[in-house]
């Protein structure tokens, strides 16, 4: 498998925060704007888009330090939104544990 993240998400994350990002409601009437949280998705399906794009922006976020040339706004950017979404895994994740009955 092949490491380098495909240009969509590549585009996504250089146009920065909620470029193109599809807006609408989620279940608990929180207004998503950024381009990893859509309304019409399951759970499940947004967990493994989230870790999915946590993944690329890892590799992607890697190479960028290993480059000399690299641009320090850019590589700020994307480690802002690998935090964001880490964050986003780790409410999801804990929104699919069932709570226990007392």
Known sequence: ??????????DRILAG?????????DRSGKLTTMA???????PAQRLVALRGEHR????LIDRLQHDP???????KRLKKRKLALRDA??????SLIPDEPA
């Open 1 to 10: 498998m092949d490491d380098a993240p495909s240009p969509d998400w590549r």
């Open 17 to 25: 925060p909620g470029a193109g990002a599809k807006r609408g409601r």
């Open 36 to 42: 990893f949280e859509r309304a019409d998705d399951s």
């Open 56 to 59: 690329e922006l890892d590799a």
């Open 69 to 75: 040339l690299h641009d320090e706004v850019m590589l």
């Open 89 to 94: 895994i780790a409410q999801l994740e804990s």
